[in-house]
């Protein structure tokens, strides 16, 4: 964790197992980096928290000298990247026990390459920013069958948000080059996130009914790994029509956001979504012997669909922002509608993900440009967006505003 942008290490240590100030200063030693150690109080007693944290922030310069002594195993992934297929290690015998990639390695190396990529491009090299890229690209790989898991629909999506961020950031610095340009509007046309995310939530309804089928048949051990006769008796004594029932209440909802999302048109439906809302909601609420599978088993995948979708968004946007560069670039100004790029800089014009249309654009008076997509409230609010994490409740526009 030498990454000195990643998130605090956090250790909550109990009372007993607290080490002495020496040995906690000996372990400390071995760490390079601006580093400092800081204690925080718990809510539960004799329980503190530890946090290695950074003193204070990098140059750029800095945190590529600090990451560049990761370069050969960055080589390494690299070239593990470039072969045909991906297979992870473990037991294929069964759904049930088919490996889960790892989150936090994932999320740590695709956050250390987003950085050196914008650091790259801070320091005026679009080449080395571009096999930052391609290491994010080769952690995508490795996530394997993004669509069998939600958690791993997750993984990749914040992969492709930390690559969008790193082609935004060169465009504002006007650092991608003709080339460049042309290469990530290509790739950026070719995203869908919202299809993986649903992909994978279509495999979790999935999951869950071959759960319970499974705990209809008493085979308890493919679910929690073990099995004991109790275990066994138990489940036969549940009656079946409550399995059943669980099955009815568990799916409902999913299926109901399952059909927010047009996979052909790649188009999202807000309203079907508040609405199947709604239904999650209701059930929730509801208690009873018919319902602990849809309380306990149900994946938090309303976020997961909005950062989805939001993905898609600034996906549009990217292959926009490239066309509008490279016009830039070729004529040295800004053209006056979305319709000029075309057919020179564009074949075919991106559309928003919550209704089809054309994205708005405006050129500004200081030689900028704003251009945006409506949020969930469908009503173009002239270009007023919050930028960052995705806003599903608001009805803030999605877009950028690019200087000049």
């Known amino acids: 964790h030498r990454a000195d942008q990643l998130p605090p290490l956090a250790l909550e240590v109990a009372a007993p197992q607290v080490p002495a100030p020496e040995e906690i200063k000996a372990a400390l030693a071995s760490v390079s980096g601006p580093y400092r150690l800081e204690a925080r109080a718990t ?25 560049d ?10 070239a593990a990247a470039r072969r045909p297929g991906v297979y992870r290690a473990g037991d294929y015998s069964s759904p049930e026990k088919m490996p889960v990639p790892q989150f936090n390695p994932i999320r740590n190396l695709g956050r250390c390459a987003a950085i050196r990529a914008k650091s790259h491009l801070l320091l005026g090299d679009p080449d ?45 610095l006007h650092a991608w080059r003709d080339g460049d340009l042309v290469t990530l509007q290509a790739l950026a046309a070719d995203t869908r996130s919202s299809a993986t995310v649903f992909d994978s939530l279509r495999s979790e ?72 809302e709604v239904v999650l909601q209701q059930e929730l609420e509801t208690s009873g012997p018919y319902h602990l599978l849809s309380h306990y088993a149900t994946p938090a995948f ?27 670039r070729a004529t040295g100004t800004l053209p006056d509608t979305l319709d000029s790029l075309m057919p020179k800089y564009l074949d075919k014009a991106p559309r928003q993900m919550v209704n ?9 008076p200081d030689g900028g440009y704003s251009l945006w997509s409506v949020g969930w409230d469908l009503k173009d609010d002239g270009g007023k967006f919050t930028p960052g994490e995705p806003v599903k409740d608001k009805g803030d526009d999605r877009g950028w505003r690019m200087p000049r």
């Open 128 to 172: 080395k920013a571009l096999q930052d890229l391609a290491l994010l690209a080769a952690n995508r790989k490795f996530i394997g069958n993004r669509r069998l898991y939600l958690v791993t629909g997750m993984m990749d999506t914040m992969n492709e948000k930390l690559a969008q961020e790193v082609i935004h950031t060169g465009l504002a």
């Open 205 to 276: 309804r999935i999951w869950g009914i071959r759960n319970m089928e499974l705990v209809m048949e008493g085979e308890v051990q493919h679910i929690t790994g073990t099995s004991t006769s109790w275990q066994n008796a138990l489940l036969q004594l549940i009656p079946k029509g409550w399995i059943r029932q669980n099955l009815k209440f568990y799916t409902l909802p999913i299926s109901q956001f399952i059909d927010t999302y047009d996979r052909k048109q790649n188009l999202f439906s807000p309203e079907k979504f508040k609405a199947a």
């Open 69 to 78: 002594t990761f370069q050969p195993q960055f080589d390494e992934i690299l």
């Open 43 to 67: 809510d539960q007693p004799r329980r503190f928290e530890l946090f290695l944290v950074a003193s204070k922030a990098l140059s750029a310069p800095a945190f590529l000298a600090l990451t």
């Open 356 to 364: 089809g249309q054309p994205f708005l654009y405006r050129r500004e």
């Open 302 to 328: 309303t976020r997961v669909i909005s950062e989805a979708t939001d993905r898609d968004t600034q996906a549009g946007l990217i292959v926009l922002g490239c066309a509008l560069e490279r016009h830039r």
